[in-house]
Antibody
């Protein structure tokens, strides 16, 4: 079964750090671009970051310099290292697979909640 | 950044109704538009990609159309399981941007 499973969310104080993981299974992970998308409580979806198959990365402006996306193809896992966290980073974080040739996110994880609060 | 304006923001409809949701891009995005359904507490699910292609396993009552700046998602005959939030996503240029969502409720 093709699936993505996120972990690593939790409660963190402002200024703190957290690393999210997204473990993939059921497909050739190294061939796919992977994304992180977040959703603040009661709000819409916001694209956060992308990592291409060759490791090139892109970020939304609001997280540049604070978040780092990476991947370990041997472990079929994508990560999101989040530093200098702010209250406005509070959200459910989803990892998603970019379907080849689809220009869309065809597989999503279940999400992991990140709460930034003192 | 490309802005995606989705309308309506909410919609009340009945089982069997035909409904249409619209996304307008602030500039041309070709056909780089996808539609997602999200139910409470769940991850989004892909319905339509490249504006009009039906994702495998998605019922044929869902359809998409449009190109350039104006796009529509149509559900031909609403079923009880279709009441959810729908949103669009442009993947034409970075940063990718979503519409704000349409909450489809039971009348």
């Amino acid at each position: 079964e093709v699936q993505l499973v996120e972990s690593g969310g939790g409660l963190v104080q402002p200024g703190g750090s957290l690393r999210l993981s997204c473990a993939a299974s059921g497909f050739t992970f190294s061939s796919y671009w992977m994304h992180w998308v977040r959703q603040a409580p009661g709000k819409g979806l916001v694209w956060v970051s992308r990592i291409e198959s060759d490791g090139r990365t892109t970020y939304v402006d609001s997280v540049k310099g604070r978040f780092t996306i990476s991947r370990d193809n041997a472990k079929s896992t994508v990560y999101l290292q989040m530093n200098s966290l702010r209250a406005e980073d509070t959200a459910v974080y989803y990892c998603a697979r970019a379907g080849v040739g689809l220009s869309a996110f065809d597989i999503w994880g279940q999400g992991t909640m990140v709460t930034v609060s003192s | 950044d490309i802005q995606m304006t989705q309308s309506p923001s909410s919609l009340s409809a009945s089982v069997g109704d035909r409904v249409t949701i619209t996304c307008r891009a602030s500039q041309s995005i070709g056909s780089s538009l996808s539609w997602y359904q999200q139910k409470p507490g769940k991850a989004p699910e892909l319905l339509i990609y490249t504006a009009s292609s039906l994702q495998s396993g998605v019922p044929s009552r869902f359809s998409g159309s449009g190109s350039g700046t104006d796009f529509t998602l149509t559900i031909s005959s609403l079923q009880p399981e279709d009441f959810a939030v729908y949103c669009c996503l442009q993947t034409y240029s970075l940063p990718y941007t979503f519409g704000q969502g349409t909450d489809l409720e039971i009348k």
